[in-house]
């Protein structure tokens, strides 16, 4: 017998800050959907997370890249050749913890490169069109590599007389949308539990699709009502609605949500990304792989994913990773390694010396909040040793060897967060008619 009690409605206080979240992480909204979102109006009954400590929502951020992967044979051996295929790639911050992402540190160097190089922003725009994406002579939108946000649920979808469950990619659009309606009737404010979430009292949620229309009003988004008429029983509409046993019982033999999107980034992830990123730069002569200084935060950010698998247990079968992608000697640069200055007075009483990159960093960035230092400079990539000595400097409450580098400055990328831009859909077509003209103010952020 299925134990009710441990599926929960996601409370909305969460929901709204996962809403925050992806806003602040992408710039461009996009989705792929399991359940297939089709023309009119579609029927979805979201599923409780299978812990009530966890989101019925999980955020998933990936970008899409060119690859090459090996071609095998009959016996699933490879051949020696290889086929172009387009890959999804989980972002290392969302999926990994890691401090930074190596396809996020491409499009910041891409950027800086071109804002150094073209100061017309016209020039710039077509330069960076690869990146943000662009429309090509038929009026086609070809899209770029800037990473796409979206949320993933379990949802009942009702096709006929049956429900079947599955997984949701829901865009940012969609979510707001979703947000928007859990709003209490009697009083007006936000209501504690996600209505849709909710196994015992939420309700099926409505998505219609017309895609006649533009942006953001291509979904409309709306609670299922009861139907109306002589003989309704409003009390068999509201059972309806209830998340049966049975349906319980079949979302709780699928894999929880939150063990397949948190935690999950991988060597073989990280090798995907660093092969496409190889070859994009290689197609569009960025030549961003000769910038010393991005190799080396690429190295760094390699050794960090190393730790935090190991502290995972997941070293033993990252080397087993496959199929992997064509082999790339590691990225070596002769640049000497630097580091930030650090007063010799930091050294403390070892306390931080077992901690891990990670921990470390942490421990940086909380002091770096509380003390309102993220409001003026970045903590910038250091050695572990001089990370270590921060931290002394932190517990002793001294100031931050900051310099004029790690100040913050406009960033496109950052910039652009903040502007409710709605990506192509996935056939292709642009959502937003201007576009064109927020790509020229992204553009304008980088000088």
Known sequence: MIDRNKFKGTKTSVVKAQIKEGDALSPYKGSTDFHKIEEGANVLRVAPAHNAAHSAYELMRKSTLKVDMPILDDDDKETGEFKEYLKPIFIATTHGGLSADPIELYI????????????????????????????????????????????????WKTVGDKKNLGRLELNQTVTRKMDELNISEETNKAMEVDIFSDPDDGSSVVITYDKSKKGGDKYAVKVKAPPRGRGVDYQDFLESERVSDAQLEELDKKDPLHE???????????????????????????NVFENEEFVDELNKLEEELAEILKERGDGEEEDKASPAPKKEEKVKTSAPKTSKKVPESAAGSGEFDTLTLRKLKNYLNTYMEEEEYNKEFTLPNLEKKD??????????????????????????LAESAKEDVIVPDSEGTKNDDDLDAQIDSLVDNSK
């Open 260 to 286: 397949m999107y948190v935690g999950v980034y991988k060597k073989r992830d990280w090798d995907l990304a660093i092969s496409g990123l190889t070859k994009f730069d290689k197609v569009h002569g960025f």
């Open 108 to 155: 910041h160097a891409v950027r800086q490169k071109v804002a150094d190089e073209h100061k017309n922003n016209d020039e710039a725009k077509k330069v960076l069109g690869s990146v943000t994406g662009y429309r090509d002579r038929k009026g086609k939108w070809v899209w770029g590599i800037l990473p796409n946000t979206g949320y993933v649920c379990y949802a």
């Open 387 to 412: 990370l270590i000595k921060w931290c002394e400097l932190a517990k002793a409450e001294k100031n931050l060897p900051f310099t004029d580098a790690d100040k913050i400055t406009t960033d496109i």
